[in-house]
């Protein structure tokens, strides 16, 4: 169920993501008002195959992921951002719940996620990327020093005013 017009934008990182990008835009659209690409110029499919899809695709400044995603905030409209890479996996209702836990706790300011292994890039990189969220989080589960852009919802004004990402 898509919440009040303009109320959660999707932003999407990708680079040379062809394989993916269609799946995690499909599986968002009946969540988000906006759903937005930031592309750090593909060489493959994954800008053509985003805007055949109906998708404002944002070239990134080529200072990397974090200059990416910070540059993109610039064009989101919604309140609420939920940031996804094209290589992760959710549950159909991620979205919906990241909005309703929001909605419920009003203080709360992001939701992040770990990696799954329900995903079509099962591989050494994805099974590291697993074991390394996991064991960070097991060192000291009470404190978290980052956030990842992996799956984080973050309200739009406290992100902007905190300066959003850091790298």
Do not use: W
């Amino acid at each position: 169920m898509k919440s009040a017009k303009g109320r959660v934008t999707v932003v999407v990182p990708t680079l040379n993501e062809e394989n993916t990008v269609a799946d995690i835009i499909e599986g968002c659209r009946p969540y988000a008002d906006e759903i937005l690409v930031v592309d750090g110029h593909s060489q493959d499919k994954t800008r053509e195959i985003a805007e055949g899809l109906g998708i404002k695709v944002i070239l990134d400044n080529k200072k990397g992921k974090g200059a990416a995603l910070r540059h993109v905030v610039n064009f989101v409209s919604g309140d609420i951002i939920v940031f996804i890479d094209s290589d992760v996996a959710i549950p159909p209702d991620a979205i919906s719940k990241v909005y309703q836990r929001f909605t419920e706790h009003p203080a709360l300011l992001a939701i992040g996620g770990i990696y799954s292994d329900n995903t079509k890039q099962l591989n050494f990189i994805s099974d590291f990327k697993n074991l390394d969220h996991a064991y960070r989080g097991l060192l000291n589960p009470q404190y978290v020093k980052y956030l990842g852009s992996l799956f984080l919802a973050v309200k739009k004004e406290p992100f902007l005013k905190v300066g959003g990402f850091s790298t």
